[in-house]
């Protein structure tokens, strides 16, 4: 996929494609969590401006020229670039941070998206058995499944690497949706059984950027 490349200066300036009240994910070098954002203006080539979270554990990270990894939706895919902050504006309950102008947003792997709070009941479907459970840790390129039956044991035909589906039901969405999968590590805490599942991109049903800009809500 080829980069989205973003013209800098004032005359002739490429728009980055953020609609107004658009969110995205902003990781703040020197914090380990990913920050929710929302876009609240721009003036093509020079900056970006987001209202961010009134949080005094993410304060020291809005330092003047502390470097920042921003992802967002759009156009059908996740892109990412990388700023720097150039500015704050904090007036009682606003709180706003100014980036640099981005040089180019790049496509990114959805296998590697940073992963939300959730729980969801779900199925996981192993050949024609069908065990319910809960989805936890959603990310676009995986999640954990917990059995609802408690047990030492995992059921029969739950192994390392086999080809299985997942279906729940994404808050604001009418429908459950159903994505192939792969198992992948095991998690066994006392009677509490969980499987780690990494979606499959090349299925039928995959995970899509509009599903990730559900996460944002």
Known sequence: MAEMKIKGGNAGAERLSLEIGAKVLALFRGSSVASKALFVGMEPGRYLVFSVPGSAALEPHLAKGNAVNVRFAGAGEVFSFDSRVI????????SLVVLDYPVAARPIEMRRETRSDSYCPAVLNVGKESHPGSVVDLSAGGCRFIFARAGENFPGGVTAGREVSVSFQMPGRENAQLFACRIGNFGHEKSLL????????????????????????
């Open 87 to 94: 500015g704050r504006l904090v007036e009682q309950s606003v």
């Open 194 to 217: 969980s499987v780690g599942l990494r979606f499959d991109l090349k299925g039928e049903a995959t995970f899509s950027a509009d599903m990730l800009t559900d996460l944002l809500k």
